[in-house]
């Protein structure tokens, strides 16, 4: 007797239900050109997107070179101008050699899987971006998850090991924006002869002399076993992201890196941007420092109302919310009043804390930071208070 036929992909209602009833489920939300709300959830920390320069810089890239790259970088997706951001990306944060790709997580990709090989481990900090935990996941090596920021962890990960090891980490963690122990992982990783490729996407433009990032503020740049990947999306306002590191291991990844060889190479308009984004940046040192200053007022005004915010190692402020749902709701009652800010909250976020994640930005005024504070605290749950008022 015949079956009745599987209908295909039937098994995504269920999945639908179990996300409606957990309360997790994920919406786009358009935003129109010219939004009236106060932007504290943007990554554009140096508020260079929509500078006049960086706006130029793609939109001279687009007439000159056209819409998109035409192909891979090694067919005809290289043009003059991704060697020249290349160029001047590695001598900005000070390594011998950068690749540009297609996205950060591209890069991270690209990193992970072309330097961990069959035989290999890596050591992963459990608080990693996805894109990191994705390039685990892909790479041939073996992988071991260590407890956050925890360099005693990695020694005994790296002590049981006897081949190639890696130890991978975010430099400022993407949740709470703290800041990995990258001098004390770099001392265990040469301990054990291992490698350290640390993702600075959230550190770029931010930390270190003049935004040059935080492998350069820990004295690690250059360094002949530090690979160090960015985003070109944050503190750039543009797209794509970058590996930087030797000359051997860009060398490397243009002929082992997947997400570099099969992926179309970074349209000429968000080099064009991104180039002139490096540029201002090099000539307006100070906007990296006012980034970081906004931070560390953000959350003084906070902690100041009662709120549980976490203190700042970089340009990200995390708020406790005391579960998804108030999460979610405290979020929205934020944007109907005017202001715009992230929301965290399982699956997202592996310690199951659900947060506002405030991004501080250079452009910001200690006006506009007063009225973000008030509207937070405004709309906060009662429980979301560490004094409980």
């Known amino acids: 007797m015949a079956t009745a036929p599987v209908r295909a992909f039937g098994?995504?209602?269920?999945?639908?239900?179990?996300?409606?009833?957990?309360?997790?489920?994920?919406?786009?939300?358009?935003r129109p050109a010219d939004s009236p709300l106060l932007d504290l959830a943007s990554n554009d920390y140096l508020g260079l997107a929509r500078h006049p320069e960086?706006?130029?810089?793609?939109?001279?890239?687009?007439?000159?070179?056209?819409?998109?790259?035409?192909?891979?970088?090694?067919?005809?997706?290289?043009?003059?101008?991704?060697?020249?951001?290349?160029?001047?990306?590695?001598?900005?944060?000070?390594?011998?050699?950068?690749?540009?790709?297609?996205?950060?997580?591209?890069?991270?990709?690209?990193?992970?899987?072309?330097?961990?090989?069959?035989?290999?481990?890596?050591?992963?900090?459990?608080?990693?971006?996805?894109?990191?935990?994705?390039?685990?996941?892909?790479?041939?090596?073996?992988?071991?998850?260590?407890?956050?920021?925890?360099?005693?962890?990695?020694?005994k990960a790296l002590g049981t090991h006897d081949g190639p090891a890696a130890v991978v980490s975010d430099t400022v963690f993407s949740v709470d924006g703290d800041r990995a122990p990258l001098a004390e992982l770099a001392a265990v990783c040469r301990e054990f002869?291992?490698?350290?490729?640390v993702d600075d996407a959230h550190g770029l433009g931010v930390l270190g002399a003049g935004g040059r990032g935080a492998p350069h503020a820990a004295g690690l740049a250059g360094a002949p076993d530090t690979v160090a990947t960015v985003t070109l999306s944050k503190s750039f306002g543009s797209q794509g992201g970058a590996v930087l590191g030797p000359a051997r291991v860009i060398d490397h990844l243009?002929?082992?890196?997947?997400?570099?060889i099969f992926d179309t190479g970074l349209a000429p308009a968000a080099a064009g941007a991104a180039l002139?984004?490096?540029?201002?940046?090099?000539?307006?040192?100070?906007?990296?420092?006012?980034?970081?200053e906004v931070a560390t007022s953000l959350h003084q005004l906070l902690t100041g109302t009662g709120l549980l915010a976490v203190r700042p190692d970089a340009a990200v402020v995390s708020v406790r919310a005391p579960s998804p749902d108030e999460a979610v709701r405290w979020a929205a009652d934020c944007?109907?009043?005017?202001?715009?800010?992230?929301?965290?909250?399982?699956?997202?976020?592996?310690?199951?804390i659900s947060r506002l994640r405030l991004t501080a930005r250079a452009d910001l005024t200690?006006?506009?930071?007063?009225?973000?504070?008030?509207?937070?605290?405004?709309?906060?749950?009662?429980s979301a208070f560490s004094t409980g008022s």
């Open 11 to 30: 098994w995504l209602d269920e999945e639908r239900r179990a996300r409606e009833a957990a309360g997790l489920v994920r919406t786009l939300r358009p």
């Open 193 to 197: 002869g291992a490698g350290l490729l």
């Open 335 to 352: 944007r109907a009043a005017g202001l715009s800010v992230g929301c965290f909250r399982p699956p997202s976020v592996p310690d199951g």
């Open 276 to 292: 002139a984004a490096l540029r201002l940046l090099r000539r307006e040192p100070e906007r990296a420092d006012r980034a970081r």
């Open 54 to 155: 960086v706006v130029e810089g793609a939109a001279e890239a687009a007439r000159r070179w056209g819409g998109g790259a035409t192909g891979s970088r090694l067919v005809t997706g290289t043009t003059e101008l991704h060697v020249r951001l290349e160029r001047e990306l590695a001598d900005f944060c000070g390594f011998e050699a950068a690749l540009v790709l297609s996205s950060g997580y591209a890069a991270n990709l690209a990193a992970v899987t072309a330097l961990a090989p069959h035989g290999s481990l890596i050591v992963s900090d459990a608080a990693n971006h996805a894109s990191l935990i994705d390039g685990c996941r892909l790479a041939r090596g073996a992988t071991q998850v260590v407890p956050h920021a925890d360099p005693a962890a990695v020694r």
């Open 366 to 382: 200690d006006e506009q930071l007063g009225e973000a504070v008030r509207v937070i605290s405004r709309t906060a749950p009662n």
């Open 254 to 260: 243009v002929n082992a890196a997947r997400t570099f």
